[in-house]
Nanobody, 120 residues
């Protein structure tokens, strides 16, 4: 019943910017939190940024000051603005939503991922 669809990934030069979008099948306000993870080849999936229903945000140390997570509740969409991109940011980026289902079981939902490649 929950679908997350990422978009916006592409090839970008170092120092450039991208904005990723995550379109959800229901309001982000219906989740406890939403966020972005990324996974580079040979590495574990790691949390990049998250935002709670109340608007509290947090970021991985590696992206603080460069990335910003936000949401547009009217569009059921969460964004990740990425500035000053580095080659180390190259990864598949996944949208994540955390919430409880109809029987109050905590669930994690995932999008299909979008590729971000930072290279000259």
């Amino acid at each position: 019943q929950v679908q997350l669809v990422e978009s916006g990934g592409s090839l970008v030069q170092p120092g450039g910017s991208l904005r990723l979008s995550c379109a959800a099948s229901r309001s982000p306000l219906s989740f406890n939190a939403m966020g972005w993870y990324r996974q580079a080849p040979g590495k574990e999936r790691e949390s990049v940024a998250s935002i709670t229903t109340g608007g509290t945000t947090n970021y991985a140390d590696s992206v603080k000051g460069r990335f910003t997570i936000s949401r547009d509740d009217a569009k059921n969409t969460v964004y990740l603005q990425m500035n000053s991109l580095k080659p180390e940011d190259t990864a598949v980026y996944y949208c994540n939503a955390r919430g409880r289902d109809s029987v109050y079981t905590l669930r994690n939902y995932w999008g299909q991922g979008t590729q971000v490649t930072v290279s000259s």
